[in-house]
């Protein structure tokens, strides 16, 4: 039987229970877990070592253990894309992979290129959980987009 390994990909700007939710399915379902950490080079709002740090502060309070954290600094020509994932995050193609996403833009070709790169793909659709903002109140939110738009129209930006 192969070893299942599980690929969940995330901006983690800022890390949020839909990540981790993400997250606890590709745990579910795998023999191991490569958390990506994508855009590794923009650091906004936060910066790639913080990014990182939330991550693997966030995978040991809830215990997992069979995981690598991969930071991906997004190539130049996108097209590349499937293949240097695997690459820089050394997946095999002699394991069964499962691409871990919450968006559904992916476009057909993009699907085409991860399967030739051995990835099975499995979106899991968004949730809405509660987002405890700086100001005390929680907001419905499902994505880190919500997150930064509260806090724009906070004016705390820089709370993130």
Aim: with cysteine; proline share 6%.
């Amino acid at each position: 039987m192969k070893k299942k390994i599980g690929l969940a990909l995330g901006r983690y700007q800022p890390l949020h229970y839909g990540h981790i939710y993400l997250m606890e399915i590709a745990f579910q379902e795998n023999d191991e877990v490569v958390i990506c950490i994508g855009s590794a080079q923009k650091a906004d709002p936060l910066p790639i070592e913080e990014r990182h740090r939330r991550v693997e502060q966030q995978l040991l309070l809830i215990g997992k253990k069979s995981y690598r954290i991969v930071d991906l600094v997004d190539p130049e020509v996108m097209e590349i894309w499937p293949g240097y994932v695997r690459s820089v995050c050394s997946i095999s193609k002699e394991t069964e992979n499962t691409f871990y996403r919450a968006d559904h833009d992916l476009d057909a070709r993009t699907l085409e290129d991860l399967g030739r790169e051995s990835f099975n793909v499995k979106i899991v659709p968004r949730i809405t959980f509660p987002y405890r903002a700086p100001n005390g109140l929680y907001y419905p939110v499902n994505s880190a987009t919500d997150i930064k738009r509260i806090h724009r129209e906070l004016g705390l930006d820089h709370l993130l």
